[in-house]
């Protein structure tokens, strides 16, 4: 086996992607519709959905801790990581299946059944995906490989990302009520993750030897604490999570109330996903040219802030504008997410040249904790200021809360990205202090 190549195929970058295809179609109906199946289709009042949300997702995040501390103890003839996407393929398309199930039974009931299967979910997701984000850091050590991987990776998200934004709907109105067409639906979409969990397996290679030394848990904590680049990043990613789930969540109320047309979205929402994927496949060209992740986190989220704004002084009326604003926003989306992965596994070699312990799982857990905080606020926060405006599903909503509506689309997500813009001035680690960690690492470890 080789060690440690600078390059990797295609093949690998590809099936490395599709892994994060399989984790995007469980995701992103979670993302994009739970919300709307919480309180239009299951049942739910808009308060105590909003509550679960944060509840189930702050436990959740917690618990990715412990799972990265159990990933990063794992060895077996497959690698660290490879075996999660081997063996937890299955029970995370199951409980897809069970989290958009609806029992026929009480309102108190379905919201201890709602908080269960999502809670259960969470972690399922969490023992697949913290694995595999930890997977980059121990394919390349290459800065611009990883950028190149993380390009594949995000391209792969928003083609999955296009496909259940544009087929969710439509799938769901085949089949003869809604309650049934969304469980068919995460069936549909859970055969789809197994399948692409397993060439993501079959296709990638742990090419850097695991240490034999097994980190304690005081280790990997005083990892996390003196990497300060980790810890700057998170909390950049933190707004900038919050504030994309609140848009994601918020679009199909938009068209549903805002423009009177819930037939639009699916069109709408596969026009932003196309500019994302434009944003990720631009990203790593022009980080090259930067050389500096940081700066080209700045100008995605630069763009986001300024075409979002606009968008708040356009009249419902004018859809292509809308569109518009909100598709030259989704391109700096795209720039960001690259940007995000390829800068958190740089960190992993910051914190082993600060500290001599190399924890990949213990660091990625961290990206996953702080994604579904920042799902949290977006989804409850999103949830709560629905309730707090007057929400009624099915009717003409008022004024208030199409206002509402409209400033969770853009309003929240320029303040949240003036904020990570801010944080992320105090980032310094671009390339060339990276290579100098790299250079010294190489030299510490003979």
């Known amino acids: 086996?080789?060690?440690?190549?600078?390059?990797?195929?295609?093949?690998?970058?590809?099936?490395?992607?599709?892994?994060?295809?399989?984790?995007?179609?469980?995701?992103?109906?979670?993302?994009?519709?739970?919300?709307?199946?919480?309180?239009?289709?299951?049942?739910?009042?808009?308060?105590?959905?909003?509550?679960?949300?944060?509840?189930?997702?702050?436990?959740?995040?917690?618990?990715?801790?412990?799972?990265?501390?159990?990933?990063?103890l794992t060895r077996s003839r497959w690698g660290r990581f490879r075996p999660y996407l081997l063996f937890g393929a299955l029970p995370i398309a199951l409980l897809l299946v069970l989290t958009f199930y609806t029992p026929d039974i009480s309102v108190n009931a379905k919201i201890a059944y709602a908080a269960v299967t999502y809670v259960l979910l969470g972690i399922a997701y969490s023992f697949i995906t913290i694995?595999?984000?930890?997977?980059?850091?121990?394919?390349?050590?290459?800065?611009?490989?990883?950028?190149?991987?993380?390009?594949?990776?995000?391209?792969?998200?928003?083609?999955?990302i296009l496909v259940v934004a544009a087929t969710t709907m439509p799938l769901v109105n085949l089949f003869p009520t809604r309650q049934i067409g969304f469980t068919a639906t995460a069936a549909i979409f859970g055969i789809l993750a197994i399948i692409l969990y397993l060439v993501c397996f079959a296709s990638t290679r742990e090419i850097k030897p695991a240490p034999v030394r097994k980190n304690s848990v005081k280790a990997e904590f005083k990892l996390l604490a003196r990497n300060k680049y980790l810890l700057i990043m998170l909390a950049a990613l933190l707004f900038t999570q919050a504030a994309n789930d609140m848009r994601t969540s918020s679009a199909i109320y938009f068209f549903k109330y805002n423009i009177g047309s819930d037939s639009l979205y699916p069109v709408f929402m596969a026009a932003m996903i196309i500019?994302?994927?434009?944003?990720?496949?631009?990203?790593?060209?022009?980080?090259?040219?930067?050389?500096?992740?940081?700066?080209?986190?700045?100008?995605?989220?630069?763009?986001?802030?300024?075409?979002?704004?606009?968008?708040?002084?356009?009249?419902?009326?004018?859809?292509?504008?809308?569109?518009?604003?909100?598709?030259?926003?989704?391109?700096?989306?795209?720039?960001?997410y690259v940007m995000i992965r390829s800068m958190l596994a740089d960190t992993v070699e910051y914190g082993e040249w600060k500290t001599g312990t190399r924890g990949e799982g213990i660091i990625f857990s961290t990206f996953g904790i702080t994604n579904k905080l920042g799902y949290a606020l977006g989804g409850s926060l999103s949830a709560f200021?629905?309730?707090?405006?007057?929400?009624?599903?099915?009717?003409?909503?008022?004024?208030?809360?199409?206002?509402?509506?409209?400033?969770?689309?853009?309003?929240?997500?320029?303040?949240?990205?003036?904020?990570?813009?801010?944080?992320?001035?105090?980032?310094?680690?671009?390339?060339?202090?990276?290579?100098?960690?790299?250079?010294?690492l190489k030299e510490r470890n003979g």
């Open 275 to 336: 500019c994302m994927v434009a944003g990720a496949l631009v990203a790593p060209i022009l980080a090259r040219k930067l050389a500096s992740k940081r700066n080209l986190f700045i100008a995605g989220t630069l763009v986001v802030v300024l075409s979002s704004t606009a968008v708040i002084f356009v009249p419902y009326s004018n859809i292509a504008l809308i569109t518009a604003g909100l598709g030259i926003s989704s391109v700096g989306i795209g720039i960001t």
């Open 385 to 440: 200021l629905l309730a707090s405006a007057g929400y009624i599903p099915d009717v003409v909503q008022n004024k208030q809360v199409l206002d509402v509506i409209l400033y969770m689309l853009t309003l929240f997500p320029v303040i949240a990205g003036v904020l990570a813009i801010a944080i992320m001035f105090f980032y310094k680690l671009d390339n060339r202090h990276y290579d100098d960690v790299l250079r010294d």
């Open 131 to 160: 694995p595999h984000s930890a997977l980059m850091a121990s394919m390349t050590q290459d800065t611009n490989e990883r950028s190149s991987l993380a390009s594949f990776l995000m391209a792969s998200v928003y083609a999955t």
């Open 1 to 72: 086996m080789k060690s440690n190549p600078s390059s990797l195929t295609i093949k690998q970058k590809l099936g490395y992607g599709l892994g994060s295809s399989a984790s995007n179609f469980i995701w992103q109906m979670v993302s994009f519709y739970l919300l709307f199946f919480y309180t239009d289709v299951f049942g739910i009042p808009a308060a105590a959905a909003g509550t679960l949300l944060l509840l189930a997702r702050v436990f959740d995040g917690l618990n990715d801790l412990v799972e990265g501390h159990i990933v990063d």
